[in-house]
């Protein structure tokens, strides 16, 4: 019988806290079940492995992604939209470094509806500058890159040199913006 209180939820949010605290590399069956207060095996009942459980913590942090740049992008379009999700995925990417650093980057859209409402998200934001098909996949790849280079090399202190840190993502983001409003279709 499963313990009282503990759900499958309440084990991702074990493992949440787990990687807040000591990074992607902390997520181990052991440390949840220790933070969650059972031994190891009874986490089999919430949860069938550490591959399971590394699932379910990406769709945990793309639901999180997702939730707040649907917040940033609402009632916004073209350079605004695109700046406000800029900055929100990078300060969700300062506020939250370990569980973003234990995400999966290779989580599927088609598998995972966190992931798809993620993207659906990014979609409707560059649609303003009236992209589709490929072009708008491409758009979203580089607006992707841009956010999560910068967010992950500063969360790592990646950037050691004197200047400004919101001077420079200051600049990335003119700079996605001028590739946004002046590109040409790739295809």
């Known amino acids: 019988m499963p313990r009282a209180g503990l759900s499958p939820d309440a084990v991702v949010d074990a493992a949440v806290a787990v990687v807040d605290v000591g990074g992607p590399g902390a997520l181990t069956l052991a440390?949840?079940?220790?933070?969650?207060?059972?031994?190891?095996?009874?986490?089999?009942?919430?949860?069938?492995n550490l591959a399971e459980l590394r699932h379910l913590v990406t769709s945990r942090v793309l639901e999180e992604l997702a939730e707040r740049l649907g917040e940033a992008a609402l009632g916004r379009s073209r350079d605004d939209a695109v700046r406000a999700?800029?900055?929100?995925?990078?300060?969700?990417?300062?506020?939250?470094?370990?569980?973003?650093?234990a995400m999966e980057q290779e989580a599927?859209?088609?598998?995972?509806?966190?992931?798809?409402?993620?993207?659906?998200?990014?979609?409707?934001?560059?649609?303003?500058?009236?992209?589709?098909?490929?072009?708008?996949?491409h758009a979203a790849r580089c607006l992707r890159s841009a956010v999560h280079g910068f967010a992950v090399l500063e969360a790592a202190g990646g950037f050691g040199l004197p200047a400004d840190l919101e001077a420079s993502y200051e600049l990335l983001i003119t700079m996605v913006l001028g590739g946004l409003s002046g590109r040409r279709p790739v295809a």
């Open 108 to 137: 599927a859209p088609e598998d995972d509806a966190a992931a798809e409402r993620l993207l659906g998200i990014l979609y409707g934001a560059l649609r303003g500058y009236e992209l589709e098909g490929p072009d708008l996949v």
């Open 85 to 101: 999700l800029m900055r929100a995925y990078r300060d969700y990417v300062a506020e939250h470094p370990g569980r973003y650093g």
């Open 31 to 48: 440390a949840v079940a220790g933070r969650v207060g059972v031994a190891t095996p009874s986490l089999y009942k919430h949860v069938r």
